[in-house]
């Protein structure tokens, strides 16, 4: 379904997007999309082959993944934080077939080309050329405005993100299609199946962040990009474009409530009807503060990127319900599951799974073990641990996996133990999350040192900083004569966890 064409011939001088100073109206859009498709088409790019978009927040990003949806080939957003070897991996694992690349980003392109030989085209997206790089200006002037024939079927295209495991290398959650009757209905709870003027505040690479702003052109809004999220110039867009939703990480929110009071009075955010956080746990204080800011606005669901969205909060139980995140969504059902698979009563906690439906992935790349151990016979789990209470409202309460969320990032503490482990002065490494006020958790590495051996903290996040990327190096680190391990050897992490979490309302 070209939603894309539908919306140029309904509203052809309306803004699809807005990027500064710059946008392209709904008849423009569809020209340079058709042009990019056409022009990647002549050569060779298929249908199911993977695209990856390895650039900063944009029009030409947001370009670049319509065209690949057009031809039916599957965008592949690549986290721009990631250090050269994490991204060589992943354009290696991911069989991309082209690659587009931001300015900022070349340098690192020039470091691990060689690495990716089965990618056939590069495409530079910015002002800096390169002689081994096709130009994305250059393919739109030369590309037919007619485009190719759009995919048949009544999807809004797939995408695959990357999402790191256990194991400590990422996985490719591949979604071959997302059906649009599931998408409206579970848009329509959040009172997003319509015209929205939407405000893209976070990555695109993130899951959440860029499937709302695909979303929202859907259902012909217009899209607001930033760039780099600043609080006060999220409010400054907010009044100027008469922004009407947003999705946001808690972080993001409680950026732009801790900003003055002063400040926040200059701007009339009133135009704003639908504000949807998750990707971390949101405190209540921040929600209280959006929702005496922007009005009863604030709307919460429970997900991640290979499930799609499972609940929803509305507006008016947000303060009912503290700490819960919600009802199942529209189409979702959702239950409580004890060690055996076995359902649980009424507020007990046990690990939450959701029945396999049209909003999930389908797997994980090239990993089918990895895809059978989300699995739960008719069930598929991420891990989360919750309980429901007598309303259906859904608690989460703990993971059965060690995944630290900070500011609405996951993080996974085996892959920076695997680098940790490498220090020829670490003898046992624990990497877990403790509570942070402002970013949800951060990262906390509990170290042995080998007998003889000096080890400092800073010793410590240099060496990480050198292996991953910088928001994956602990924020503080603590040094212990042994680390606590079962009789099987088996690392007993909750017992270093514990004493940071004690008195803590919620232990995600």
């Not at 309306?14 to 020209?31: D, F, H, M």
Request: some cysteine; hydrophobic content about 40%.
């Amino acid at each position: 379904m070209d939603t894309i064409a539908a919306h140029a011939s309904a509203r052809p001088d309306s803004p699809a997007l807005v990027e500064g100073s710059r946008g392209l109206t709904w008849r423009a859009y569809l020209e340079a999309r058709n042009r990019l498709a056409a022009s990647l088409a002549s050569r060779g790019l298929r249908a199911g082959e993977h695209v990856i978009v390895y650039a900063t927040n944009s029009i030409e990003y947001m370009l670049a993944g319509a065209a690949a949806r057009a031809i039916g080939a599957i965008p592949v957003p690549m986290n721009h934080r990631l250090t050269p070897d994490e991204v060589a991996y992943i354009l290696d694992d991911s069989d991309a077939a082209v690659v587009f690349v931001g300015d900022p980003f070349l340098v690192t392109a020039d470091a691990v080309r060689a690495h990716a030989p089965r990618v056939r085209h590069w495409v530079t997206l910015g002002r800096e050329r390169r002689p081994w790089a096709l130009a994305v200006d250059d393919l739109i002037a030369a590309g037919d405005p007619r485009g190719v024939p759009y995919p048949g079927g009544s999807n809004a295209g797939g995408s695959m993100i990357y999402t790191a495991g256990t194991t400590g290398k990422p996985k490719g959650a591949l979604r071959r299609g997302l059906d649009v009757a599931t998408l409206r209905e579970r848009l329509a709870a959040f009172d997003l199946a319509r015209p929205h003027v939407h405000l893209v505040a976070g990555p695109l690479y993130h899951s959440a962040p860029g499937s709302f702003a695909v979303h929202a052109h859907v259902f012909g809004g217009s899209v607001v990009i930033m760039p780099k999220f600043d609080a006060e110039e999220a409010l400054a867009l907010i009044a100027r474009h008469r922004v009407t939703s947003t999705f946001m990480a808690p972080i993001l929110l409680k950026r732009i409530v801790d900003l003055p009071e002063a400040v926040r009075a200059r701007y009339d955010v009133s135009s704003m009807q639908v504000i949807v956080v998750a990707a971390a746990p949101c405190p209540m204080k921040v929600k209280e503060d959006v929702l005496g800011y922007f009005g009863p606005v604030l709307y919460e669901f429970y997900g991640s990127t290979e499930l799609g969205m499972n609940t929803l909060l509305r507006p008016e139980d947000v303060l009912r319900k503290p700490g819960s995140c919600g009802r199942a969504a529209p189409g979702v059902e959702l239950a409580v599951l004890d060690p055996e698979g076995r359902p649980l009563k009424v507020g007990e906690p046990g690990e939450l799974v959701v029945r396999r439906n049209g909003g999930m992935f389908d797997e994980y790349y090239k990993k089918p073990d990895a895809t059978r151990q989300t699995e739960r016979g008719e069930w598929l789990s991420v891990g989360d641990v919750a309980w429901i209470d007598d309303d259906g409202f859904v608690y989460i309460c703990d993971r059965l996996r060690d995944m630290v969320i900070s500011g609405g990032v996951n993080i996974y503490p085996a892959e920076i133990e695997d680098v940790l482990h490498r220090h020829p002065a670490v003898q046992d490494v624990a990497v877990f999350g403790v509570p942070d006020d402002a970013w949800g958790e951060r990262v906390h590495a509990a170290i042995q040192p080998r007998s003889g051996m000096t080890l400092s903290a800073g010793d410590v996040a240099d060496f990480t900083r050198q292996h991953l990327a910088d928001y994956k190096v602990p924020r503080e680190i603590s040094f212990h004569e042994s680390l606590p391990r079962d009789s099987a050897g088996k690392l007993l992490k909750r017992v270093l966890r514990e004493p940071f979490w004690t008195g803590r309302d919620s232990r995600v």
